[in-house]
Nanobody, 118 residues
């Protein structure tokens, strides 16, 4: 099982970026999916999560600016980031709770860098 994240880059404050994360492999089902981020010198923090049924949760710092669409058929989760701020600069990681023949585990994608600067 792999999670592949992509879509990071550099953007000016106020801009937008869309991150994508695709799950692949011998997957029975996917539960919660989400995005976390880690800024230099800081701990990894939750950005947003979405259940298989579509219930979402957001960090207070991104509420109203980020959304987390999910496509269950494609086994993908996205992070639409609008009105980006300098403090959103971080490495973003996707995460998913995935069931395989071996059981259920949490999987992490590789990080993708998001830089917000003028």
């Amino acid at each position: 099982v792999q999670l592949q994240a992509y879509g990071g880059g550099s953007v000016q404050p106020g801009g937008s970026l869309r991150l994508s994360c695709a799950a692949s492999g011998r997957i029975f089902s996917i539960g919660d999916m989400g995005w976390y981020r880690q800024a230099p010198g800081k701990q990894r923090e939750l950005v947003a999560t979405i259940t298989s049924g579509g219930t979402t949760k957001f960090a207070d710092s991104v509420k109203g600016r980020f959304t987390i669409p999910r496509d269950n058929a494609k086994k993908m989760v996205y992070l639409q980031m609008n009105s980006l701020k300098v403090e959103d600069t971080a490495v973003y990681y996707c995460n998913a709770d995935i069931a395989t023949i071996s059981g259920r585990s949490a999987y992490w994608g590789q990080g993708t860098q998001v830089t917000v600067s003028s």
